[in-house]
């Protein structure tokens, strides 16, 4: 069978993919979002066609602090590139900046930046922000105001925190793979953080489901 050059072979994954819809929701914040589940169907499927695929390594990871408060977590990926029987080491280089929001920190990471990947070499068009600045502008910018002090939740609040925890572990249970699990939680971490604080049992709840969840996707 003719092989084609590699270059082609992009080509013709981006032609065959030309966009990803936005099918996932985030009910909290109210905006729908590309996962990285439409992301694997999408492109994945199509390189496959193409006998082109690509290995996402983990380079090096930083810790800093941002105002002496916020912990933030630098990760650099590495891909490595591969069609028919020849390879590219080190094609494309992917830093990832987020919050750190405890042991699913380097899967989100790993998320994002494959995202940024395949947006980046394909020219997907998802009408997102690239991956790696909505994580960063995210998880970045989003902490770098100081918490107000605040009264204790309302009888509403604390309702509406009940029913947000009952639609995570539903979203969390539906999860079929960890990068789409690990995605639940970092789209929804503002919820949690005001969960963990104003209704920690609901917390703890949607917690126990998450592990669960990712236990159970090894």
């Known amino acids: 069978m003719k092989t084609i050059p590699i ?9 065959a993919v030309k966009k990803l819809a936005k099918s996932s929701e985030n009910k909290f914040g109210n905006y729908m979002y590309t996962s990285i589940d439409d992301y694997y169907e999408g492109i994945v499927s199509a390189a496959h066609k193409e006998n082109l695929w690509w290995h996402m390594r983990e ?8 105002a002496n408060k916020y912990d933030i977590m630098r990760y650099v990926f590495a891909v490595d590139l591969y069609h028919e029987d020849s390879g590219i080491q080190g094609f ?6 987020l919050k750190v929001v405890g042991g699913q920190t380097a899967g989100i990471a790993r998320s994002f930046a ?13 009408g997102e922000s690239d991956g790696g ?5 995210q998880a970045v910018g989003s902490t770098l105001m100081p918490d107000e002090p605040k009264a204790g939740p309302t009888k509403e ?12 572990k539903q979203g969390i249970k539906a999860s079929k793979t960890r990068d789409s699990l690990f995605e639940q939680w970092f789209i929804n971490e503002e919820v ?7 209704a920690p049992d609901l917390y703890d709840e949607v917690k126990a489901a998450f592990s669960a969840a990712k236990d159970k996707l090894k």
């Open 7 to 15: 270059r082609q072979a992009i080509s013709n994954v981006s032609m």
């Open 59 to 66: 380079v090096s990871v930083e810790p800093f602090v941002i």
């Open 92 to 97: 494309d280089t992917i830093t990832i900046e």
């Open 114 to 126: 494959e995202k940024a990947f395949m947006r980046s070499l394909f020219k997907i068009r998802t």
């Open 133 to 137: 600045e909505m994580a960063q502008a």
């Open 157 to 168: 609040e604390l309702e509406k925190l009940q029913a947000q925890s009952e639609v995570m």
């Open 192 to 198: 949690l953080k005001k969960m963990q604080g104003d």
